[in-house]
Nanobody, 118 residues
């Protein structure tokens, strides 16, 4: 059974860069039938897709976040990562990593709260 676990700093100062890593077990991030995603949910708001990473490493960014977002992966560790630059308090959210199978999110990490505050 696939498991995803987010890790990273829970508190980031404004204007700095948020960095998170998702460690995947029970499935390979290079399996062609899977894609992987970062999603966030600000307090009191809905889910927002940030980036999708295909098994071949191709990335698709949300247009609204593309200028500040960078995704990467380490296939040797079966991990993928997210960086969001120039953060503001509006970037405070619970950040999730998830797996995509046949255009549906079928597995999620537990989520990690990242607070943007000085």
């Amino acid at each position: 059974q696939v498991q995803l676990q987010e890790s990273g700093s829970g508190l980031v100062k404004p204007s700095q860069t948020l960095s998170l890593t998702c460690t995947v077990s029970g499935a390979s991030i290079t399996t062609t039938s899977y894609a992987w995603s970062w999603i966030r949910q600000p307090p009191g708001k809905g889910l927002e897709s940030m980036v999708m990473i295909r098994a071949d490493g191709t990335t698709y960014y949300s247009p609204s976040l593309k200028s500040r977002t960078s995704a990467s992966r380490d296939t040797s560790k079966n991990q993928f990562s997210l960086q969001l630059s120039s953060v503001t308090p509006e970037d405070t959210a619970v950040y999730y990593c998830a797996r995509i199978v046949v255009n549906a999110l079928d597995a999620w990490g537990q989520g990690t709260l990242v607070t943007i505050s000085s």
